[in-house]
């Protein structure tokens, strides 16, 4: 079992930046492929970044590609979600997932998720 841990949410101007966490325990972290996703009110849940076991590679929803960076810190257990030039319509609860093996943007294949953390960006 991996438990997971977001926190960093709040509320933001338009324009501005929040720092999503997550920490991750249970398991080790370096061999889970972690992810963030997110939900709005009324939407199903859809994928924003994700990264490999080693951070070699990351991938990126078109929507936030530009704006967000996924990284994280095996020695920490912690993967991180730097989001810039924050805009309504990124308000969501977001999510944080792992699986182990290969990297993956698709909900189904992620085993382990977080509570989520509340984003809000105001106009």
Not at 46 to 59: D, K, L, Q, W
Not at 90 to 100: K, N, Q, S, V
């Amino acid at each position: 079992q991996v438990q997971l841990v977001e926190s960093g949410g709040g509320l933001v101007q338009a324009g501005g930046s929040l720092r999503l966490s997550c920490a991750a325990s249970g398991r080790t972290f370096s061999l889970l492929a972690m992810g963030w996703f997110r939900q709005a009110p009324g939407k199903e849940r859809e994928f924003v970044a994700a990264i490999t076991r080693g951070a070699g590679s990351t991938y990126y929803a078109d929507s936030v590609k530009g704006r967000f960076t996924i990284s994280r810190d095996n020695a920490k257990n912690t993967v991180y979600l730097q989001m810039n030039s924050l805009k309504p319509e990124d308000t969501a609860l977001y999510y944080c997932t792992a699986r182990p093996g290969y990297i993956s943007r698709l909900t189904d294949e992620y085993d382990y998720w977080g509570q989520g953390t509340q984003v809000t960006v105001a106009s």
